[in-house]
C-alpha cells in the first residue's frame, strides 16, 4: 500500500462499512460496552467536573434535542457530547484498549448518542456507527504506539477525536472529499496532555474528543474543506504525533475490521476506577490482603514492581487529592491493603488522607522491572512484596487485571457495576428498564426510549 492511501483507505472503511458486515458476536459485546458506558457516566454525572460543565450548558439555553446524562437537560449535539464525554471519564471507572493505551468508548459513543438523538436514529444504527468509530480510534495506534503514547499524548483525545470523527461521519452519511474534510477537522482539533493526568482535565479529553468529532462531521457536511491526506501528509496526523520514522501508517488501516478490534484484542472493563496501569497491581495487593498469613499491623514494607511505562503513566507517587490517587501505584495498593477491597468509595480525599492510607502509602515503594524499558503490549504484569515483621514474606503477580478480556468479569460482576454506578441517580424503573433496552438494543426502533432512562426530572443547576 503507498503511503498516500492511508486516509482514503480510513474514510472507505467508515463509508462502506454496514451492520452486515459486523459478525454478530461484535455487536453482542458492543452492547456490553454501551451498557457499562452509561452506567459510569451515571455516576460520573454528578462530580465535581460535570457539575461545572453541566452549569456552563445550562447558561448557554435549552435548545437541542441531545441529552445530558444524569440531568434534564437537552442541548446542541456538540455540547452534549462533551458533557457526556467528561462523565464517562471523570470517575475513571470506564473501558479501555490495550494498544490504543487509552479509553475509545467514551470518546467514541456520546457522539453517537448526541447525534443519534437529533437524527432519531435505531439502536442498530447507533451502534453500527459506535462500533466504526471506536475500530479506526484503537487501529491507528496499532501503527502510532508506542512512540506516540511514549511521547505524553493523551490517546483518548488525540485517536478518540478521529474515532469519533468516524463515527458522526458516519450518522451524517458523509462520502468522498466531505468525509476526508472531517478527518482533517477533526485532526485538526486532537490534543491532550498526559501532564494533566489526576486533574480534572482529564475527563476534558474524553469529553474534547466527542465534540471534536461531532463540530468535524457537521462542518465537513456544510462544505467545510480541509487536507484530503490528513493523515500520511509531511504535516499531517502520523508524523506531527509520532515524529518522523516512528509510525507505521499501514498498520493503521490494513486490518481495519479484520478482525473488529472489540473481537479481537478485545476491550478491557475496568473493575476498580483508577487508571488501567494500576489493576494489576491493585490485583497482587488484593491477593495478599486476602491471605490468612497477611496482618497490616505486622507490614513494614512493600514493593510494587512495574514496567516503565506503567511508571511514567502512575504519575503520583505523595497523591493529596482523589484524583490523584487513581493515578499513584503507592495509592492504589496502600487503599488495597488497607481496606482488602477497592471500590469507588476507595478514592475519595478523606480517604487518601486518613491516616492509615497515609502510613502504608509510605512504606511503598516501586521498582521499575529490568530489560522493560520499550512500552509493552499490556498493562501488566505488576508483582506485589509485602515484608512483614519477622522476616516473613508475601509476593503476588498479576498478568492480567480483572476485567481483562482474557481474564473477564462474570455477568454478575458487570451487573453489580452498573447497578452501583447508577443507584441514588436514577430511580429503581429507570434502571431496570434501561437494563432491559439495552439487552435489546440492537432491536430498539428509536435511541430517545434508551436516553430518556438517564435523565432526571430535576436539574441540580438552578
Given at each position: 500500500?503507498?503511503?498516500?492511501?492511508?486516509?482514503?483507505?480510513?474514510?472507505?472503511?467508515?463509508?462502506?462499512?454496514?451492520?452486515?458486515?459486523?459478525?454478530?458476536?461484535?455487536?453482542?459485546?458492543?452492547?456490553?460496552?454501551?451498557?457499562?458506558?452509561?452506567?459510569?457516566?451515571?455516576?460520573?454525572?454528578?462530580?465535581?467536573?460535570?457539575?461545572?460543565?453541566?452549569?456552563?450548558?445550562?447558561?448557554?439555553?435549552?435548545?437541542?434535542?441531545?441529552?445530558?446524562?444524569?440531568?434534564?437537560?437537552?442541548?446542541?449535539?456538540?455540547?452534549?457530547?462533551?458533557?457526556?464525554?467528561?462523565?464517562?471519564?471523570?470517575?475513571?471507572?470506564?473501558?479501555?484498549?490495550?494498544?490504543?493505551?487509552?479509553?475509545?468508548?467514551?470518546?467514541?459513543?456520546?457522539?453517537?448518542?448526541?447525534?443519534?438523538?437529533?437524527?432519531?436514529?435505531?439502536?442498530?444504527?447507533?451502534?453500527?456507527?459506535?462500533?466504526?468509530?471506536?475500530?479506526?480510534?484503537?487501529?491507528?495506534?496499532?501503527?502510532?504506539?508506542?512512540?506516540?503514547?511514549?511521547?505524553?499524548?493523551?490517546?483518548?483525545?488525540?485517536?478518540?477525536?478521529?474515532?469519533?470523527?468516524?463515527?458522526?461521519?458516519?450518522?451524517?452519511?458523509?462520502?468522498?472529499?466531505?468525509?476526508?474534510?472531517?478527518?482533517?477537522?477533526?485532526?485538526?482539533?486532537?490534543?491532550?496532555?498526559?501532564?494533566?493526568?489526576?486533574?480534572?482535565?482529564?475527563?476534558?479529553?474524553?469529553?474534547?474528543?466527542?465534540?471534536?468529532?461531532?463540530?468535524?462531521?457537521?462542518?465537513?457536511?456544510?462544505?467545510?474543506?480541509?487536507?484530503?491526506?490528513?493523515?500520511?501528509?509531511?504535516?499531517?496526523?502520523?508524523?506531527?504525533?509520532?515524529?518522523?520514522?516512528?509510525?507505521?501508517?499501514?498498520k493503521c488501516v490494513n486490518m481495519l475490521g479484520s478482525p473488529f478490534d472489540i473481537e479481537q484484542p478485545g476491550i478491557i472493563l475496568k473493575k476498580y476506577p483508577s487508571c488501567a496501569f494500576?489493576?494489576?497491581?491493585?490485583?497482587?495487593?488484593?491477593?495478599?490482603?486476602?491471605?490468612?498469613?497477611?496482618?497490616?499491623?505486622?507490614?513494614?514494607?512493600?514493593?510494587?514492581?512495574?514496567?516503565?511505562?506503567?511508571?511514567?503513566?502512575?504519575?503520583?507517587?505523595?497523591?493529596?487529592?482523589?484524583?490523584?490517587?487513581?493515578?499513584?501505584?503507592?495509592?492504589?495498593?496502600?487503599?488495597?491493603?488497607?481496606?482488602?477491597?477497592?471500590?469507588?468509595?476507595?478514592?475519595?480525599?478523606?480517604k487518601v488522607s486518613s491516616k492509615t492510607v497515609k502510613e502504608m502509602m509510605s512504606r511503598v515503594k516501586r521498582k521499575i522491572v529490568p530489560g522493560a524499558q520499550n512500552a509493552p503490549e499490556?498493562?501488566?504484569?505488576?508483582?506485589?512484596?509485602?515484608?512483614?515483621?519477622?522476616?516473613?514474606?508475601?509476593?503476588?503477580?498479576?498478568?492480567?487485571?480483572?476485567?481483562?478480556?482474557?481474564?473477564?468479569?462474570?455477568?454478575?460482576?458487570?451487573?453489580?457495576?452498573?447497578?452501583?454506578?447508577?443507584?441514588?441517580?436514577?430511580?429503581?424503573?429507570?434502571?431496570?428498564?434501561?437494563?432491559?433496552?439495552?439487552?435489546?438494543?440492537?432491536?430498539?426502533?428509536?435511541?430517545?426510549?434508551?436516553?430518556?432512562?438517564?435523565?432526571?426530572?430535576?436539574?441540580?443547576?438552578?
Amino acid at each position: 500500500m503507498e503511503a498516500k492511501e492511508i486516509t482514503a483507505r480510513l474514510a472507505d472503511f467508515i463509508e462502506s462499512t454496514e451492520m452486515s458486515d459486523i459478525p454478530g458476536h461484535v455487536i453482542q459485546t458492543a452492547k456490553l460496552l454501551v451498557s457499562d458506558f452509561l452506567g459510569v457516566a451515571t455516576a460520573g454525572s454528578v462530580e465535581p467536573s460535570a457539575r461545572i460543565i453541566q452549569e456552563v450548558i445550562s447558561e448557554q439555553g435549552r435548545n437541542g434535542k441531545a441529552t445530558v446524562i444524569g440531568t434534564d437537560l437537552r442541548s446542541h449535539p456538540t455540547w452534549s457530547s462533551l458533557a457526556n464525554g467528561i462523565s464517562g471519564h471523570t470517575v475513571d471507572y470506564d473501558d479501555v484498549s490495550q494498544p490504543m493505551y487509552g479509553h475509545p468508548t467514551t470518546a467514541v459513543l456520546p457522539a453517537a448518542l448526541a447525534l443519534g438523538e437529533l437524527l432519531d436514529i435505531s439502536g442498530s444504527e447507533l451502534l453500527k456507527s459506535y462500533i466504526i468509530g471506536l475500530e479506526v480510534a484503537v487501529k491507528l495506534s496499532y501503527g502510532m504506539n508506542p512512540a506516540h503514547y511514549e511521547h505524553g499524548w493523551h490517546s483518548t483525545c488525540t485517536l478518540g477525536s478521529l474515532g469519533s470523527t468516524a463515527t458522526a461521519a458516519k450518522l451524517l452519511g458523509l462520502k468522498k472529499h466531505q468525509l476526508r474534510a472531517a478527518l482533517a477537522l477533526g485532526a485538526s482539533q486532537a490534543g491532550g496532555l498526559q501532564q494533566n493526568f489526576g486533574t480534572m482535565i482529564k475527563p476534558f479529553h474524553a469529553g474534547r474528543a466527542a465534540q471534536n468529532g461531532v463540530l468535524a462531521a457537521i462542518l465537513a457536511q456544510r462544505g467545510w474543506t480541509g487536507d484530503q491526506n490528513i493523515l500520511e501528509s509531511p504535516l499531517g496526523f502520523l508524523h506531527v504525533f509520532c515524529g518522523e520514522g516512528r509510525f507505521d501508517g499501514q498498520k493503521c488501516v490494513n486490518m481495519l475490521g479484520s478482525p473488529f478490534d472489540i473481537e479481537q484484542p478485545g476491550i478491557i472493563l475496568k473493575k476498580y476506577p483508577s487508571c488501567a496501569f494500576s489493576h494489576p497491581a491493585i490485583d497482587a495487593a488484593l491477593l495478599i490482603a486476602r491471605d490468612p498469613q497477611y496482618e497490616p499491623a505486622a507490614t513494614e514494607g512493600v514493593e510494587g514492581h512495574i514496567h516503565a511505562l506503567a511508571d511514567q503513566i502512575l504519575i503520583h507517587r505523595n497523591p493529596q487529592t482523589g484524583l490523584e490517587a487513581k493515578f499513584s501505584l503507592e495509592a492504589c495498593i496502600a487503599l488495597a491493603l488497607v481496606d482488602g477491597n477497592v471500590s469507588s468509595q476507595s478514592f475519595t480525599d478523606d480517604k487518601v488522607s486518613s491516616k492509615t492510607v497515609k502510613e502504608m502509602m509510605s512504606r511503598v515503594k516501586r521498582k521499575i522491572v529490568p530489560g522493560a524499558q520499550n512500552a509493552p503490549e499490556e498493562f501488566g504484569p505488576a508483582t506485589v512484596t509485602v515484608f512483614l515483621k519477622g522476616g516473613r514474606k508475601l509476593e503476588a503477580r498479576v498478568q492480567k487485571a480483572r476485567g481483562n478480556p482474557e481474564n473477564p468479569m462474570s455477568q454478575q460482576e458487570v451487573r453489580e457495576k452498573y447497578l452501583d454506578c447508577c443507584s441514588g441517580i436514577l430511580t429503581e424503573r429507570s434502571i431496570e428498564k434501561s437494563l432491559a433496552l439495552l439487552a435489546n438494543l440492537d432491536n430498539l426502533e428509536k435511541i430517545g426510549e434508551l436516553t430518556d432512562c438517564f435523565r432526571i426530572p430535576q436539574t441540580r443547576h438552578e
